[in-house]
């Protein structure tokens, strides 16, 4: 009697143990998932941050870029302005320069000269009248200081143009060094709160243009005007957070300097604004990580409903097993059996839809897939093959071509293992699916003409031009062939733009890189960087720097004819002309940015010089002309 009590309590026992095992597991899990999902949402919240910070300091940089280079384009039409000048004296006419294309008025309000007295005699607005700035700050500073110092000012407004301009100037000094007047060129304040309001900062976010003492000059003209910033001492660039007193949204700002200019630029984010996705992320992932929960517990409850028919399936899925488990490492899709014993080769309908054949139109075996494989395929199959045969390898993965029934080859990934082998262990049949990578294939290929191809003229973008330049140097290194870098800009692009609209200047813009590639030879490489910017690399140009010179002229003259040449477009027949700047790769060891940095220099002193000529770039004297 009592045996029979121990052995029904040891029965019972037995039956309950493997439901206190999987409440025990569902509980477990339960807890680990909770504490994972804490941890997740702790890592998201501080990659948040710094993806946040990463960002700011991309946008800060950017803007560090566009205000150097928009000053440094507005000190170079300064100098010019004042050289015209110092030639000319008031026999200047600014207004015909600026209708010849002489001087690009794009980016600058105004630009004129003060006498010696104050007074404002030129300007490139016809109808001026003199107007006498002689108490303005960035008059005054050149009357106290001798030396040839470009003077940024803070935004004034303008008594001739009533609008709040930054003014940049330098002094005009006479041969025996007398004060003879100051140059001007007027920066728009808006200029840069337009460019500031173009970017991408949210609802909260703010880009601002400062001075040294934290004065904001300009900022996005959607925003109220913050107070003055109080920039960490200290630091030449950096993070800080600051409450906006205006709207009481706390932000995140990054500043940098302007290089050789006396200002800071700063980009922020609002803090509430950019938090705001990872605490919906956090809360998504709290509700999924209960709903797991519950989805575990339900588990452990079904399957202490269903244990007692645990022993009646046992045997259908440890049979199933292995076949299921194939078939989702595969996918399920192209199933394939080949008998290594007789040869025959067994497929299903999918594979041969695959590769274009209509049910019964083919008689499928070993001979027709090997006379269909890829022949480089099938040295790659040898290869692999043996090890899964002789177990050494427990499945084969062969990624391979097979030609379909209208000649083109179909990209495809088998996956198969033997499942049947003697007593011996040799191997007897084999199974196992292909998968069509076809679209994967020109997915890759497309990301890798997007990643390298500018999408509207179909030539290299920039990332490709820096590595065929890299080519170049290594060139340059290892058999001394020298190379040349020829920076392009159109002029009267903008006009187009503006006047006929952008499908206009795409379709020139297409037109203008078929003209180039006619200009140049196979092993050379046209580009665009953007915009109406192109770029010509030249290539095997010898090892004498006077014909490699030589070389890179002739090359930018046929480019120059060929650009004079008018272009049928739908809507207008447009001529232009193009300002070329030449860097030749004399040193092997000289970065690709810096060779491209150099052309750029060039083209501009060439636009400069008057358009539709070319420069060379030379790093002892400047630029010369070609």
Not at 268 to 297: C, I, M, N
Not at 360 to 372: I, R, S, Y
Not at 523 to 540: I, P, S, W
């Amino acid at each position: 009697m009592l045996d029979k009590k121990e052995a029904l309590l040891s029965q019972r026992w037995r039956n309950r143990l493997p439901h206190l095992v999987a409440w025990s597991l569902a509980l477990a899990a339960v807890l680990a998932l909770l504490l994972l999902t804490r941890q997740v949402t702790q890592s998201e919240s501080h990659e948040n941050e710094r993806s946040a910070r990463r960002e700011l300091s991309n946008l800060s940089r950017l803007n560090q870029e566009h205000a150097s280079r928009t000053l440094h384009a507005a000190d170079q039409t300064l100098q010019f302005v004042r050289t015209l000048y110092q030639r000319d004296g008031m026999a200047l006419d600014l207004a015909v320069l600026v209708r010849q294309d002489v001087l690009d008025i794009d980016l600058f309000h105004q630009m004129g000269i003060i006498d010696a007295q104050g007074i404002y005699r030129l300007s490139n607005l016809p109808g001026t009248p003199p107007v006498n700035l002689a108490d303005r700050e960035h008059f005054k500073v050149h009357v106290a200081r001798p030396t040839d110092e470009l003077f940024v000012s803070p935004p004034v407004l303008g008594r001739v143009s009533n609008k709040w301009t930054i003014q940049l100037t330098r002094r005009i000094s006479l041969p025996d060094g007398s004060f003879a007047g100051v140059a001007v060129v007027s920066l728009d304040a808006d200029y840069f709160a337009r460019f500031y309001a173009s970017l991408d900062l949210g609802r909260q976010g703010n880009a601002m243009l400062l001075g040294r003492d934290g004065r904001v000059w300009a900022q996005r003209d959607k925003l109220p005007t913050d107070a003055d910033l109080v920039l960490p001492q200290a630091q030449t660039e950096g993070f800080f957070d600051l409450d906006a007193p205006l709207d009481n949204t706390q932000r995140l700002y990054h500043f940098r300097p302007v290089p050789d200019f006396p200002l800071f630029v700063s980009v922020a984010f609002g803090k509430p604004e950019y938090r705001e996705f990872v605490q919906h992320r956090t809360q998504r992932d709290w509700l999924l990580a209960t709903l797991g929960s519950l989805l575990l517990l339900g588990f452990a409850a079904l399957f202490s409903w269903n244990q007692y028919r645990a022993q009646q399936q046992h045997q259908q899925l440890a049979l199933s097993h292995e076949h299921m488990k194939l078939a989702l490492d595969s996918g399920g899709l192209g199933l394939w059996s080949w008998n290594l014993v007789t040869g025959d080769f067994e497929v299903d309908q999918r594979l041969l839809a695959m590769l274009g054949f209509a049910p019964g139109e083919v008689q499928p075996d070993n001979h027709l897939f090997a006379k269909l494989l890829h022949p480089e395929d099938r040295q790659k199959l040898r290869e692999l093959l043996p090890p899964v045969l002789n177990g050494e390898v427990p499945r084969l993965l062969l990624d391979h071509r097979l030609r379909h029934k209208e000649g083109h080859w179909v990209h495809l990934m088998a996956r198969g293992q033997v499942v049947e082998r003697d007593t011996a262990g040799r191997a007897l049949r084999m199974a196992g699916t292909d998968v069509d990578r076809s679209a994967q294939k020109r997915l890759e290929e497309e990301i890798h003409r997007l990643a390298f191809f500018d999408p509207l003229t179909q030539l290299p973008n920039r990332r490709l031009l820096l590595d065929r330049l890299q080519q170049l140097s290594a060139a340059r290194a290892r058999n001394n062939q020298m190379a040349a870098v020829l920076f392009l800009d159109l002029d009267r692009f903008k006009l187009l733009n503006d006047s006929h609209g952008h499908d206009q200047g795409d379709a020139l813009l297409i037109q203008v890189a078929q003209r180039l590639r006619v200009c140049v030879r196979e092993v050379d490489t046209v580009a665009r960087l953007g915009g109406d910017e192109f770029v010509v690399a030249l290539a095997q140009l010898g090892s004498d720097a006077d014909m490699a010179q030589a070389g890179a002229q002739a090359v930018a003259n046929k480019i120059l004819r060929a650009m004079a040449q008018p272009f049928d477009l739908s809507e207008v027949t447009w001529s232009l002309s193009a300002s070329i700047g030449v860097a030749l790769l004399l040193d092997a060891r000289a970065l690709p940015e810096d060779i491209l940095k150099q052309a750029d220099v060039a083209m501009y002193q060439a636009k400069a010089a008057g358009r539709n000529g070319m420069q060379f770039f030379n790093d002892r004297s400047g630029p010369g002309a070609g």
